[in-house]
T-cell receptor, first 112, second 114 residues
Framework: DQQVKQNSPSLSVQEGRISILNCDYT??????FLWYKKYPAEGPTFLIS?????DKNEDGRFTVFLNKSAKHLSLHIVPSQPGDSAVYFC???????????FGPGTSLSVIP | DAGVIQSPRHEVTEMGQEVTLRCKPI?????LFWYRQTMMRGLELLIY????????DSGMPEDRFSAKMPNASFSTLKIQPSEPRDSAVYFC????????????FGPGTRLTVL
């Protein structure tokens, strides 16, 4: 049973518009959430994270929102750029443990 | 820093053969993770080590898979015998500290079992 779900395998967005990637989790013990970005033939790289004590974290064009009651988080990219085209993995963990659970990923295509 | 180093980058082998994947974590990191990426299951954790000790191997699919970390700078993931369904990209990642939340990934090894 997948504890971290990304129900959209792919997403296509026009350059300059907002990209919204969604993620749901089932384990209520998760208290730290991360987004990783992966380009082809490379390993995933850390993008942004959020602790469960917050409901929003922003870093430049990237903002992550957390809704604990709904067990839902989303990544907003605005404005979207062609270089943002990649696979985005949502991940979750309990802070006191090393183990991170990744979702299946969403492939984002930003069209020039 | 060179980052996490994995070798080989590509491996093509025949069913039944032994395959060994190698990983060198970032110097100073004390946790090491092996992941497998497939189209069907996405990125799944196979096993992770803390201070060279295996902590959780519940993701290792079968007894055909084994992993070792003989020292802080080297780990191997072995598949013996390999099967076509083992074809995937295998990633190694490392991090520092039990509450470190950011893992640093290697470039991966693309394994094809014919």
């Amino acid at each position: 049973d997948q504890q971290v779900k990304q129900n959209s395998p792919s997403l296509s967005v026009q350059e300059g518009r907002i990209s919204i990637l969604n993620c749901d989790y089932t384990n209520s013990m998760f208290d730290y959430f991360l987004w990783y970005k992966k380009y082809p033939a490379e390993g995933p790289t850390f993008l942004i994270s959020i602790s469960s004590i917050k409901d929003k974290n922003e870093d430049g064009r990237f903002t992550v929102f957390l809704n604990k009651s709904a067990k839902h988080l989303s990544l907003h990219i605005v404005p979207s750029q062609p270089g943002d085209s990649a696979v985005y993995f949502c991940a979750a963990k309990e802070t006191s443990y090393d183990k991170v659970i990744f979702g299946p990923g969403t492939s984002l295509s930003v069209i020039p | 820093d060179a980052g996490v180093i994995q070798s080989p980058r590509h491996e093509v082998t025949e069913m039944g053969q032994e395959v060994t994947l190698r990983c060198k974590p970032i110097s100073g990191h004390n946790s090491l993770f092996w992941y497998r990426q497939t189209m069907m299951r996405g990125l799944e954790l196979l096993i992770y080590f803390n201070n060279n000790v295996p902590i959780d191997d519940s993701g290792m699919p079968e007894d055909r898979f084994s992993a070792k970390m003989p020292n802080a700078s080297f780990s191997t993931l072995k598949i013996q015998p390999s099967e076509p369904r083992d074809s995937a990209v295998y990633f190694c990642a490392s991090s520092w500290g039990t509450t470190a939340n950011t893992q640093y990934f290697g470039p991966g090894t693309r394994l094809t079992v014919l």
